[in-house]
């Protein structure tokens, strides 16, 4: 069975890169169509993560423990990642086995117009001012380089549910929400294009289950999350809801990109 899965990820590997044999190709293509075995052979990520050719640079901001900076480097970015915290940064260092540079990152002397991925997984909302963070991710981009942020959505059926117990405003520790459909206006102000838009429903049972605790005055650690029957229920009618109504899940997935004409 492994080595079944090793050869399918090599032929949707294969394919994607034109590295593989023919026949091996051939079959990558068709397999790279099937979404759960194309995000198995790029090591869990989304779509927007897969890296267009092997040892294309990309940065993750806020790296944290270097979980998803792992993945992005056995995917093929030749990847580094930013951490505000030393002990964080060297845990993150020994586990992705990246470069990891300590400090505020729109200070650090990161060179600039290098990176054709800049990653913030949820580290959006932790600063206070996005259309600073946004120009500076525009500073970091090569030509035709791509920004993806993921942040919570406060137009989130969940926070229209369980309102200011909503788990996800989480303060003081978040401070900024950016309404996805305010968004792309953020972007454009600072000479960024808008790619794609999307929400995700992938978090929706956690929050429900951390939200109904903090409502009866609970915190739980995020370690702590079983969500129950009701919660994966909510779970579901919230991806039915984004049928009708796409920008409620979760989270926000925005996929900027710097334009090729503008100057460096």
Not at 61 to 82: D, F
Not at 241 to 262: D, H, N, Q, W, Y
Request: net charge positive; glycine share 10%; charged share 25%.
């Amino acid at each position: 069975m492994t080595g079944m899965r090793d050869y399918i990820r090599s032929c949707i590997l294969g394919y994607h890169y034109g590295t593989a044999p023919l026949v091996a190709r051939i079959a990558g293509r068709f397999l790279f169509r099937v979404g759960f075995l194309r995000r198995k052979a790029f090591f869990g990520l989304p779509d927007e993560l897969i890296p267009p050719r092997t040892g294309a640079a990309a940065v993750d901001i806020g790296c944290g423990s270097g979980k998803l900076l792992r993945a992005l480097r056995l995917a093929g970015w030749a990847a580094e990642g930013v951490e505000w915290d030393q002990h964080a940064a060297d845990v993150a260092a020994a586990y992705s086995e990246c470069t990891i540079h300590t400090g505020d990152f729109s200070k650090l002397p990161l060179q600039g117009g290098k990176y054709d991925l800049v990653l913030l997984n949820h580290v959006l909302e932790h600063l206070d001012d996005p259309t600073q963070v946004l120009r500076r991710v525009g500073q970091l981009l090569a030509p035709d380089g791509k920004a993806v942020l993921i942040y919570p959505n406060p137009a989130a059926l969940g926070a229209k549910r369980f309102k200011e117990h909503w788990f996800s405003w989480e303060v003081p520790r978040h401070l900024v929400f950016v309404h996805p459909r305010k968004a792309p206006a953020l972007a454009h102000a600072v000479g960024l294009e808008t790619a794609s838009l999307r929400t995700l429903h992938r978090s929706a049972a956690g929050v429900s289950l951390l939200s109904r605790a903090y409502k009866r005055g609970r915190v739980l650690s995020t370690e702590e999350v079983a969500p129950e029957l009701g919660d994966h229920l909510f779970k579901w009618w919230e991806r039915l809801r984004m049928l009708i109504e796409p920008m409620t899940g979760e989270e926000v997935l925005l996929v900027l990109r710097r334009p090729k004409s503008r100057g460096r």
